[in-house]
């Protein structure tokens, strides 16, 4: 199925963050003709960047592609459940569709703490899909954190 196979490049676009030393979360944006307009990991270190997460870049990106701040007709595949600054992002972005992968009870602002889309303030929401791949996004963040603490 279709949406798998996106997250399957989300994946990919975290395990390239871990092999940078980033925390390993992947993002790809996809147009209404379900092509990847923007891919995008987690950049926050290289960039010294606190707001480098691999959901702000690619949302970055698609609108420099689409020329234009909103993203309509677009879903987000993102591996690990987006923190508040990113929800906003996306409802700002008018993103159609939200897929994640693991839910992250630490910061995720979807689900769990900030709930920014269950906010009357918000302007935009999307249709939201949780646990897309998820075991295997939160495996990827548990070998992660698991080699950090040995090095
Ligand atoms: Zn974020």
Redesign the pocket.
Known sequence: MAFTSYMSAALEQARAAALRGEVPVGAVIVGPQGQIVAAAGNRTRELNDPTA????LAIRAACDAVGSERLGGHALYVTLE??????GAIAAARIARLYYGASDPK?G?VAQGARVFSHPQCHHVPEVYDDIAGQEAQAMLTDFFAGKRKG
Do not use: Q
Request: glycine share 8%.
């Open positions: 997460h691999a959901e702000m987006p923190c508040a600054m990113c929800a910061s602002g």
